[in-house]
């Protein structure tokens, strides 16, 4: 994390401001940078898939240590409690994309490594196009986490401990929702559909092979 944000947030924390650092420049400004530097690194973690996925777990790995060292340092300073309130009025959506993220990466790493029936390049151009709907379908979602970090994180202080819980709630249901309970969802409808469709199809072939048999008869 460099020895710069240690000390500045030890400054913070003696001011009585620990989470001042989302509070060192312009909303908009942070905003902008936050926002481009998340979709970056999810644009990073999938392009990465290719170097059979290596890439990909090392740099989940690297910032997973990365977010782990943060709330260790606030825990040491028996700030835990307010450390999750606050950073996770934003993080509970930013984190969980990031790991969506690097799961795109390796639907591209499985494709060069396990190309299964298809033709190596055939199975990467496949899971290439796979990944890269997910990752484009995780943008709105980084702009969501910017926003909250850039707009709403920097006012934790004043912000009653209900409404951050009910904000962190809130995301990660969100994400829930969105990511597993809606995909089996409408993978559901899906193969009832299917089925629905298959079923007047081999209708129609019966009464076509019966004609056929009693015509010959």
Request: glycine letters at 8%; charged letters at 15%.
């Amino acid at each position: 994390m460099g020895d710069g944000y240690v000390n500045m947030t030890n400054e913070n924390i003696e001011k009585g401001d620990p989470f001042g650092v989302y509070k060192h420049e312009g909303s908009f400004a942070m905003f902008l940078s936050i926002g481009f530097n998340n979709i970056k690194v999810a644009f990073a973690a999938f392009v990465l898939g290719i170097t059979f996925s290596i890439g990909t777990v090392f740099l989940l790995i690297q910032n997973g240590i990365m977010v782990g060292a943060f709330l260790q340092f606030f825990i040491a300073k028996h700030l835990g409690k307010q450390a999750v309130l606050a950073i996770f009025i934003h993080g509970t959506i930013e984190l969980s994309v990031i790991v969506i993220a690097g799961c795109a990466g390796l639907i591209l790493g499985n494709g060069l490594l396990f190309p299964k029936t298809y033709s190596r390049w055939h199975a990467v151009m496949k899971a290439g196009r796979d990944g890269m709907k997910i990752v484009f379908g995780l943008i709105p979602f980084f702009i969501l986490a910017a926003f909250l970090e850039s707009y709403v994180t920097r006012h934790y202080r004043q912000m009653p401990a209900w409404s951050k819980l009910a904000i962190l709630i809130s995301s990660l249901s969100l994400i829930v929702w969105y990511f597993i309970l809606y995909p089996i969802q409408l993978h559901k409808r899906m193969a009832a559909a299917a089925k629905n469709n298959a079923a007047p199809a081999d209708q129609n072939f019966q009464l076509w092979l019966n004609k056929k048999l009693n015509s010959e008869k």
